[in-house]
């Protein structure tokens, strides 16, 4: 199968980055890449896309990692995708504005990052959309804040 | 007649090894549906980080799990490292891969021995606790420590192999593997093991890399990845192993991956025992690392474990997410034990090899 035109079973770093600005252009941008690494950001309302192209044409089978990152000014989900044939992983990350902390579930392609986006959600209080079981998994369920945004203190620090 | 019921395994369940409750909701003996609940021992750890200086994590970072603390700690070392873009001592990568392997045989025996009560045989229990200990006078000859071992550093490892070691080290491998056979023994040999092992649990290879298993319990369910072998970190791609992988998909499956991966650790030690170069152990490391985004994935004894580390320049890490193998797998329990009857769920969730302090962090 591998060459295919719609399915690649082990696509290379030269081939991923080719393939993904062919189809997404500017919405995705490349910001590096070295040995079995691709380093992207994309724009938040091409995400479901781009990662269901990923799964379904570039064969990465596994989301290894959804987290999230709180930058004050804005916020980021951070994508780690990995592909079992070649050890390639794809690094992804997307801007989310302060006033709507929404992004598309993966889940549906992915059910590996169901637990990820519920922690994401609890501690950073990022909306993932579509996901079929948005409720808090670590903290307790009557918890009214997200521990892990930069505004929330820890006792004894500056 | 059958009645439907939910039953609430756990906190504190003889199955669950650690604190974590499974409901399963059963249609007479069958498991029709099942829910994971983890978080009692959610610490906040990645936010206690962001106020730690960065050698201050090493120790926290082998508290993540007790039994493979020697892995935490190295891949958190590796994260500061590749955002350093340090080139770690050739004899330190050495000391590193042979603990790594040393902790993955005294994780995998820690299974083995938990997996031996949970289907009723004491007796592998204490022969394989009998052997761990073995490997854990190894860590203590090396680094002091029996489970927490804090032993790498920012750029290199704690301190040079101390005297003899090579040879305790190989004496103890070959000790090892004529003694593993004792307790394949008692488990392969047995009727009952077998029967409740086999054909249970079964996941198709589809499925598992969806479901976001990995480690022997992906291998167990036949998709070929490990990450020692498809994307190596330190030297491991100097190494010659094989990396086993069963088709079965069953809790058998899984079992059998385990008890190869341990041989196969074996092999690498005696590989990077032989081919141990001389040279320092240890490069100073800047105190500070330079703002950028990095990560860094490593073969953990349970499945791949991934830390996202962004700095800003200062001495203490603006974020670090630490991907749990366990948190997935275990969040993939509802499909493991689906369709499974009630007294198969130990052998079917003691194959996932759980481990709550990395998974609720």
């Known amino acids: ?158 | 007649m059958t009645s439907k019921m939910w039953v609430t395994m756990g906190p504190q369940h003889p199955f669950s090894h650690g604190l974590w409750t499974l409901k399963v909701r059963v249609d007479g003996e069958v498991i029709t549906d099942a829910t994971p609940i983890i978080g009692y021992l959610h610490r906040g750890w990645e936010k206690e980080c962001e106020h730690r200086t960065y050698p201050q994590i090493i120790p926290m970072a082998d508290r993540l799990c007790y039994s493979a603390s020697m892995t935490w700690s190295h891949l958190y070392v590796m994260a500061v490292e590749e955002g350093l873009d340090l080139e770690v001592p050739e004899r330190a990568q050495y000391l590193r891969v042979v603990a790594d392997e040393i902790c993955r045989i005294q994780s995998h025996l820690m299974w083995l021995a938990a997996m031996g009560t949970d289907l009723g045989n004491l007796t592998v229990f204490l022969w394989s606790l009998r052997e761990r200990e073995i490997f854990l006078d190894l860590f203590v000859k090396l680094c002091g420590q029996r489970l927490t071992t804090n032993y790498p550093r920012i750029g290199g490892v704690r301190n040079d192999m101390p005297y003899l070691f090579e040879r305790d080290c190989m004496r103890a491998v070959e000790r090892f593997e004529k003694k593993l056979w004792d307790i394949i023994a008692l488990m392969d040999d047995s009727a009952i093991f077998l029967s409740r092992m086999q054909g249970v649990g079964h996941v198709t290879r589809k499925e598992a890399a969806n479901l976001g298993l990995t480690g022997p319990t992906m291998r167990g369910c036949g998709v070929d990845f490990d990450v020692r072998r498809d994307d190596p970190y330190e030297v491991y791609d100097l190494f010659d192993f094989e990396v086993p992988v069963s088709q079965d998909g069953d809790a058998y499956g899984r079992y059998a991956v385990r008890i190869e991966e341990m041989f196969q650790s074996c092999e690498i030690i005696r590989q990077a025992m032989a081919g141990m170069p001389d040279g320092p152990v240890r490069v100073k490391a800047p105190r500070n690392v330079p703002a950028g985004k990095h990560f860094a994935r490593l073969e953990d004894p349970r499945g791949e474990g991934l830390m996202y580390l962004i700095s800003d320049g200062t001495d203490r890490p603006y974020r670090l997410k630490v991907r749990s193998p366990i948190f997935v797998n275990v969040s993939a329990s509802k499909r493991l034990v689906l369709g499974a009857r009630m007294a198969d769920v130990p052998a079917v969730m003691g194959t996932i090899d759980m481990c709550l302090g990395e998974t609720d962090r």
């Open chain 1, 1 to 158: 199968m591998a060459g295919n035109d719609d399915f690649y079973e082990a696509p290379t770093v030269e081939q991923v980055i080719e393939l993904l600005s062919a189809k997404f252009g500017d919405d995705v941008k490349l910001r590096g890449s070295k040995a079995r690494r691709v380093y992207l950001s994309a724009k938040r309302e091409r995400i479901y896309e781009l990662c269901e192209y990923i799964h379904d044409v570039l064969n990465f089978e596994q989301a290894s990692s959804v987290g999230g990152v709180d930058w004050e000014t804005h916020m980021q989900v951070v994508y780690h995708l990995s592909n079992y044939f070649n050890g390639v992983m794809i690094e992804i990350e997307t801007d989310i504005p302060l006033d709507d902390l929404r992004v598309d579930s993966v889940t549906p392609i992915w059910e590996g990052a169901n637990w990820h986006e519920r922690e994401t959600y609890e501690l950073f209080g990022i909306v993932f959309n579509n996901h079929p079981h948005l409720e808090r998994l670590l903290t307790p369920c009557d918890y009214q804040f997200f521990p892990f945004r930069k505004s929330y203190k820890l006792r004894r620090a500056d």
